[in-house]
């Protein structure tokens, strides 16, 4: 069932549901309805999402050749653009952009039920194995060249490094703010002990066959970048990905991490969690040594610390205090468990 979040309205109010926008795809509107930073629309060719992209045009053509290269590899459990009567996949309509994509039906991904998170690791590893190839085809790479910063193969340690500078940057300014709240107070307390993680992250995949990978296109993929449990969802037992607009080309272990941090962070860092998800994703597309090397420095970095801390000091999301200071003790109370998952990631694969 659908869930309106009422909380973006700020945002959706941006929107112009203008009938002329909707004729440029050919459609008829009977009913619009807001859910999160969307509208689904009632239509004459059914129910629609309509989407303002908040980004170039390039970006967004990269992302649909991706989108598309994977759905003609046989993997069409995911988000498709509607054409408008030019065949664009857009339109530009006063200062913004929109677009609109085919309605996928399902019940969002729960990551407290192992079923559901069985069946989302399988699909990430369908999805991954159908968009290989995709770097040896010209026309993605003459999209990729255009939109760099989306290709982050061999880009990690750098990646890692600014992300450590950031760090001490937060911590001068917390250390230098005279009227230091508690939010300052508990970051000062443990910014040491995740920037001495941010450097052991680090060496692990210096020490380890990174750049090597890299190397070698199979196994680069195209990575979904945002698996959020409200990106997949499930319907009658098939898996369906959602919202690609952060997605980058990257080795596969990229998304695989990112999946494993989702899932595991609320439950205590629960080993048996991440071994089940590598278990489904390996069975599908298996991963050698070489890549859970790097997948171990990858969940080394302490990625959780880290994104409060830059959303709190930047002010990059527009939380109350509370919300910020809940989340950072929330995160920081997991500091052993974490460490003894990532001991026994570490025994367990042999990195």
Not at 13 to 26: E, P, R
Not at 55 to 67: A, D, K, P
Not at 141 to 151: F, H, M, P, T
Not at 267 to 273: H, L
Request: glycine residues 2%; proline residues 1%.
């Amino acid at each position: 069932m659908l869930d309106v979040r009422y909380k973006d309205k700020a945002y959706l109010s941006k929107y112009d549901l203008d009938i002329n926008l909707f004729s440029k795809f050919d459609l008829v509107v009977y009913d619009v309805i807001p859910v999160r930073k969307v509208f689904i629309l009632d239509t004459n060719k059914g129910n629609k999402v309509l989407k303002k992209v908040n980004y170039s045009i390039e970006l967004l053509e990269f992302i649909n050749y991706g989108i598309e290269y994977i759905r003609n590899n046989n993997f069409d459990r995911i988000i498709q653009f509607e054409k408008t009567k030019s065949e664009l996949i857009y339109v530009p309509w006063k200062s913004d952009i929109y677009c609109i994509m085919n309605l996928v039906e399902g019940r969002e991904c729960e990551y407290s039920n192992p079923v559901d998170v069985n069946l989302a690791s399988k699909a990430i590893a369908e999805l991954h194995k159908a968009s290989q190839g995709l770097m040896h085809k010209e026309e993605f790479e003459r999209l990729l060249a255009k939109n760099e910063q989306r290709y982050l193969g061999g880009k990690i340690i750098q990646n890692y490094k600014n992300k450590l500078d950031e760090l001490m940057f937060f911590k001068s300014i917390a250390t230098l703010n005279e009227n230091k709240n508690e939010f300052d107070d508990i970051f000062l307390e443990h910014v040491k002990y995740y920037a001495e993680n941010i450097k052991k992250s680090l060496d692990i995949i210096k020490e380890s066959n990174y750049y090597e990978l890299c190397a070698e296109k199979e196994k680069i993929v195209f990575c979904h970048h945002d698996l959020a449990h409200h990106n997949i969802l499930i319907n009658k037992g098939e898996v369906y990905f959602l919202d690609f607009d952060y997605a980058i080309v990257d080795l596969r272990v990229h998304d695989v991490c990112n999946f494993i941090n989702k899932v595991i962070k609320n439950f205590c860092y629960d080993k048996d969690k991440c071994s089940s998800i590598l278990q489904e994703y390996t069975e599908v597309n298996p991963l050698d040594d070489r890549e859970l090397k790097v997948l171990y420095g990858m969940l080394s970095f302490p990625e959780d610390f880290y994104s409060i801390s830059k959303d709190y000091y930047t002010r990059k999301k527009q939380w109350s205090e509370e919300v910020f200071l809940n989340r950072l003790k929330k995160k920081v109370e997991y500091k052993e468990d974490r460490e003894k998952f990532l001991e026994d990631f570490k025994n367990h694969y042999n990195c």
